[in-house]
């Protein structure tokens, strides 16, 4: 699966319409690096949720073996940007073995502003897996959260175990990456089939190697727990969350453990915890169909689309653009000599459908692929989405977000055999990406650890009023999970944005605003039917 994050709206004066071009987008899980995993199965929500367990709340009282955890007090000081603070954590590496050793994890918070009696905490995460929510916190949500909202609250924000600062899982160097986000993710053949599986089976082993204990524990139930040590840590009985994304996931596993310590959630672009893994990399291929065939009624809107001037042609000249690129790639004037090939290609337009306000920059990138064989533009665009910097180096996003997905799920597929009689289904749900987004979900199938988790429902019995926040054409978390979530959980009311782009709250609708910073600042959540535009 694509990468299930915000876009970074850290160049986004809160407020700006979403037609502003210009922000970096991430997604779910790399076509090739990072495919969220899970069994075989393909149940829907409806016709199977009922016959799955629910993820059970721990007991109310804290176990003595953690007690210093819970007990610790931060060290906070200046990290650098201006009105920030940072600290460290430390929580268990195993919570099934606290004494085996710890984990250390990055925070950072910027206190309430003021004026106004301080609400306690607002935790934020951006989603990912494996996007750094300290980073988040001081490129954006720190200072483009609303006024109100800062002045009431302490911003902070963790990178979970293995992300960004907090003991980050590594995997392949810089040059490493560069030659696996450039592997052929359609293979046409038995030879170009095993080079798929063998870079698999290479960036396994080298998280493997390089992160044998870390990558063991680094589950989305083991870091909802490091939250609710932060929750103690900073003082608040309650926690106060907004998760996007993947973040959606972070926060209704949180509700599902310590339904009596939720205070106010707001989960935005929301994922379904009790779909496997081969359905929800389903789900988001026609999630990324439905994005598509949005840009492509507004591309042919503009004289300078590329791709046709009928909308029902777009789809296939992309899709024959990116034949004729697996076959002949063009250049790009990289200095390392990288060319823009199918992977790097589609990986480019994928991250464009995160967010409207990048179509203009996507049709100006694939007319200068197209006409001028000049594939710059694209390959800048796959670069924001893996977090290459102008240097060549990558963040840790990719390695965090596959050793978390397959730790959370068994994989959508074992076999290149499976993939293989899974394409008409995942061709149907979009023929334009279809084929890639099914390869890329073999990834977890030569992991190194076993899974933990599985599909399961989440109630939260007794848990406070919970946000769960949906919009109908978002290309990564389909609306139908926000739908299914909304339903699982026991106090959920459902806030729907109808419109484009991957999760809704500061994205340019007043009415999602109002809604959401109402229910932060007052606790009233929206009305169960409200939808914005």
């Known amino acids: 699966m694509y990468l299930r994050r915000f876009p970074d709206r850290s160049r986004r004066p809160r407020g700006s319409r979403r037609s502003r071009a210009g922000v970096t987008l991430l997604s779910v899980a790399a076509l090739l690096a990072v495919s969220a995993c899970s069994p075989a199965g393909s149940t829907s929500t409806s016709a199977g949720a009922a016959a799955l367990a629910e993820l059970a709340a721990l007991p109310k009282a804290t176990p003595s073996a953690l ?18 603070q940072c600290a460290t ?51 954006y949500a720190g200072m483009g959260y609303p006024a109100d909202i800062r002045a009431r609250y302490d911003m902070v ?24 986000t450039q592997t052929d993710i359609t293979p046409d053949d038995r030879r170009e089939t095993d080079e798929l599986v063998d870079a698999y089976k290479k960036f396994a082993e080298s998280c493997g190697a390089r992160a044998p204990q870390l990558l063991r524990h680094v589950s989305t139930v083991e870091a909802a727990r490091d939250m609710d040590i932060l929750r103690a840590v900073l003082g608040d009985e309650r926690l106060t969350y907004v998760g996007a994304s993947y973040g959606t996931f972070l926060g209704a596993t949180y509700a599902g453990l310590f339904p009596d310590r939720v205070g106010r959630l707001v989960l935005d672009g929301a994922m379904d915890p009790s779909l496997p893994a081969r359905r929800l990399n389903l789900d988001q291929t026609a999630g990324f169909e439905t994005a ?3 840009f492509a009624k507004d591309c042919v809107r503009h004289p300078d689309c590329p791709l046709g001037t009928k ?8 899709k024959a653009f990116f034949t004729r690129l697996d076959a002949h790639p063009v250049p790009t004037g990289d200095p390392g000599g990288r060319t823009l090939g199918e992977a790097l290609a589609t990986t480019g337009v ?12 996507l049709r100006g990138a694939l007319t200068s692929a197209i006409k001028e064989k000049d594939g710059a533009g694209l390959l800048a665009l796959s670069d924001s989405y893996y977090e290459r910097d102008g240097d060549g180096r990558y963040a840790n996003l990719m390695s965090a977000n596959a050793a978390v997905n397959c730790l959370d799920l ?8 499976q993939v293989e009689e899974s394409l008409p289904s995942f061709a149907k749900a979009s023929p334009v990406f279809g084929a890639g987004l099914a390869w890329a979900s073999l990834n977890c199938a030569y992991w190194p650890v076993r899974p933990t988790g599985g599909p399961q429902r989440i109630e939260a019995n007794g848990a406070a009023p919970i946000v769960v926040v949906g919009t109908t054409r978002d290309p990564a978390t389909p609306y139908r999970w926000a739908q299914s979530l909304a339903r699982q959980l026991s106090s959920a009311s459902l806030l729907t944005y109808v419109g484009d782009g991957h999760t809704a709250y500061g994205r340019g609708s007043t009415c999602i605003d109002s809604e959401i910073d109402a229910y932060l600042l007052r606790g009233t959540p929206p009305a169960e039917t409200k939808r914005c535009s």
Not at 67 to 84: E, I, K, M, R
Not at 115 to 134: D, K, Q, T
Request: proline share 10%; glycine share 12%.
């Open 410 to 417: 068994p994989p959508a597929f074992t076999t290149p055999e």
């Open 311 to 318: 909308s029902r042609e777009v789809g296939g000249n992309l």
């Open 350 to 361: 994928i991250a464009a459908m995160y967010d409207e306000s990048t179509w203009e920059q």
């Open 89 to 139: 954590m430390t929580a268990p590496l195993d919570y099934a073995r606290p004494s085996a050793g710890d984990v250390r994890l990055a925070v950072s918070r910027k206190k309430a502003t003021g004026p106004g009696e301080r609400l306690g905490s607002l935790l934020v995460n951006p989603g990912g897996p494996g996007g750094s929510a300290v980073g988040y916190l001081q490129a």
């Open 157 to 180: 924000a963790v990178d979970p175990r293995g992300v960004a600062r907090s003991e980050p899982v590594e995997c392949l160097d810089s040059r490493e990456m560069d030659a696996y």
């Open 292 to 294: 598509f065939r949005s």
């Open 67 to 84: 007690a210093p955890y819970y007990g610790q007090t931060l060290n906070w000081h200046s990290c650098g940007v201006p009105d920030f």
